[in-house]
């Protein structure tokens, strides 16, 4: 969905690098979260905002921070990358206004960690 | 600990054949269970969702059974088509947070 744009779409990068992942959108949604994906694992919860100044952890936030710097930006760090970071990671938003549970993913990022 | 078990992993059908994914959950609490469609290089999108006061919803050719007593769910694709050919993913939620538990994903694969 163009209305949420992740960049960079693909990254290689080092064990021990930090990296900043970053998730814009235009929907004008209050809601936003990131998510891994391993194959076979499905799509898992890192880090969920559902305002500017409410930052929550998922079930797997260990080794990941996050940043909500306007209501359209999300960032999503590793502070040092290990191998097992390696997924796919998207973001995405939804609305509270409307029934709130619909949620609009990014194209996500492919993350490879050397 | 996944909250959601999904299966079968991977499928394969014929065009014009049906496909049958099935979900079962053990938190009572969720009260939302949506199905995500993933096109490869593609973000999920929403295909269609269901709340358990109701045991079935259709939308064209996808449809979703329900079965409250079971705590289990399942996706049916009529008439399946080479376009139907994606990753689906259930999901469930509870209404007052939210954040939505997915299944490991069904790779399904139409033959024309």
């Known amino acids: 969905d163009a209305d949420v744009t992740q960049t960079p779409r693909n990254r290689i990068t080092k064990t021990g690098k930090r990296i900043m992942l970053e998730c814009s959108q235009t929907k004008g949604h209050d809601r936003m979260y990131w998510y891994r994906q391993d194959p076979g694992l499905g799509l898992r919860l890192i880090y969920y905002?559902?305002?500017?100044?409410?930052?929550n952890k998922g079930e797997i936030s260990d080794g990941y921070s996050v940043s909500r710097q306007a209501q359209a930006k999300f960032s999503l760090s590793l502070e040092s990358a290990i191998p097992n970071q390696t997924a796919l990671y998207f973001c995405?938003?939804?609305?509270?206004?409307?029934?709130?549970?619909?949620?609009?993913f990014g194209p996500g990022t492919r993350l490879l960690v050397l | 600990q996944q909250q959601v078990k999904q299966s079968p992993q991977s499928l394969i059908v014929q065009k014009g054949g049906i496909s049958i994914i099935n979900c079962a959950y053990e938190n009572t609490a969720f009260d939302y269970f949506p199905w995500y469609q993933q096109f490869p290089g593609k973000g999920p999108a929403l295909l269609i969702a269901i709340r358990p006061d109701v045991s079935e919803k259709k939308e064209g050719r996808f449809t979703i059974s329900f079965n409250k007593s079971a705590k289990q769910f399942s996706l049916h694709i009529m008439d399946s088509q080479p376009g139907d050919s994606a990753t689906y993913f259930c999901?469930?939620?509870?209404?007052?947070?939210?954040?939505?538990?997915f299944g490991a994903g069904t790779t399904v694969t139409v033959r024309a």
């Open positions: 995405a938003t939804s609305d509270h206004r409307g029934l709130g549970e619909t949620q609009y």
């Open positions: 999901a469930a939620s509870m209404s007052n947070d939210y954040k939505l538990s």
């Open positions: 905002s559902f305002d500017v100044k409410d930052i």
